[in-house]
């Protein structure tokens, strides 16, 4: 296990830019990169990961939906972030010491996006076995259910596993920029 690899599954990945491990490592089904959102853990399947950054300051871009908290330039490459709180309808995610963006890859369109996710705190890497998945509940999640993979049974507990491509589809995004639209032509008319 090398340190990157090391620092996250200890909980301790440093606040510098984090490259994660070579894709070969791991590209064994069932392994799920684990974080916090508020007080809940949630995970995102470690095969649409690029890398996990520090959180530093984000160029906002106006008219946005407020889900989407700015732009970065990662490495010449314009990456918009969204806020994962503020996607799931609570507050918009305070920013702190452990405060990550997560470089997903989507492939939920006609093409791979790239997308940051801010979120709270990275926690470890996580095996989660098949058998180990329950599929996701019909009713009483906080989340949208067709955000919801499944439910990751660890250690006597459940971990939301995330479906990336719902979560950060540019379709699910649209309704809400064209609600910002008509609210900016309504106040200047």
Do not use: W
């Not at 660890?154 to 379709?171: E, H, M, P, Q, Y």
């Amino acid at each position: 296990m090398n340190s990157t690899q090391t620092a996250i599954k200890s909980g301790n990945a440093p606040a510098s830019s984090v490259a994660l491990a070579s894709a070969a490592t791991h590209s064994a089904q069932g392994q799920y990169l684990t974080f916090m959102l508020g007080n809940e853990t949630l995970a995102i399947g470690i095969l649409a990961i690029k890398e996990i950054i520090e959180y530093n300051q984000l160029t906002v871009v106006p008219m946005m939906p407020s889900t989407v908290r700015g732009v970065i330039n990662l490495r010449g490459a314009v990456v918009p972030v969204m806020d994962l709180s503020a996607r799931f309808g609570k507050p918009s995610t305070p920013i702190n010491k452990r405060t990550c963006i997560i470089i997903v890859e989507t492939h939920g369109g006609p093409e791979q996006q790239v997308f940051g996710v801010l979120v709270d705190a990275v926690n470890e890497v996580l095996d989660i076995a098949a058998s180990d998945i329950e599929p996701p509940p019909s009713f009483g999640s906080r989340i949208h259910g067709d955000f919801i993979l499944g439910m990751g049974k660890v250690a006597g507990r459940f971990v939301t596993l995330l479906n990336v491509d719902r979560v950060l589809s540019l379709d699910e995004l649209e309704p809400v920029t064209a609600e910002h639209g008509e609210q900016a032509l309504s106040l200047s008319a």
